[in-house]
């Protein structure tokens, strides 16, 4: 195991498989030193968990749990693609998107979940650029979304 999963499991949390693609795309690509992963739901042994918009059926703090997962998601994609998460660099962005309620505005709290993961896992690794979205829907009505690009050394 790598320094990064050792990290995952000293937390209670092991790297899950990589969820298979929905449509026509990959989970993640690797282009020169950087990997971009595909949006990640919360899809957990192959099902969501959790549907809904935020701030409706989903409390933001449930919202901020599924963004945790989503990034754990998003791990393991990168690692489908180098082999050994201990390759990443630095996280350098998350782009999160939030089903939203139509008052719903508390999007940057709720990827706090993917980005606090990243820095709890990559220590100053895992400090990175962001952007929070909300939308109307998400794909199976995943409340979160979430995707990464990694700098590999």
């Not at 100053?124 to 939308?135: C, F, L, P």
């Amino acid at each position: 195991m790598s320094a990064v999963e050792d990290k995952l499991a000293s937390l209670g949390m092991t790297l899950p498989d990589v969820v298979p693609p929905l449509a026509a795309y990959q989970p993640a690509v690797q282009s020169g030193v950087y990997v971009y992963t595909s949006g990640q739901l919360p899809m957990v042994g192959g099902k969501l968990t959790v549907t809904g918009k935020v701030g409706a059926e989903v409390t933001p703090e449930e919202a901020k749990d599924l963004a945790r997962t989503c990034a754990l998601n998003a791990l393991a994609a990168v690692k489908s693609v180098v082999g050994d998460l201990d390759r990443i660099k630095r996280v350098v962005k998350v782009v999160g998107f939030v089903a939203s309620a139509s008052d719903f505005t508390g999007q940057p709290a709720v990827i706090n979940g993917a980005s606090e993961l990243l820095g709890e896992v990559l220590g100053e690794k895992g400090v990175h650029a962001r952007s929070a979205v909300g939308v109307a829907v998400l794909p199976l009505d995943a409340p979160v979304e979430v995707e990464i690009q990694v700098e590999l050394v």
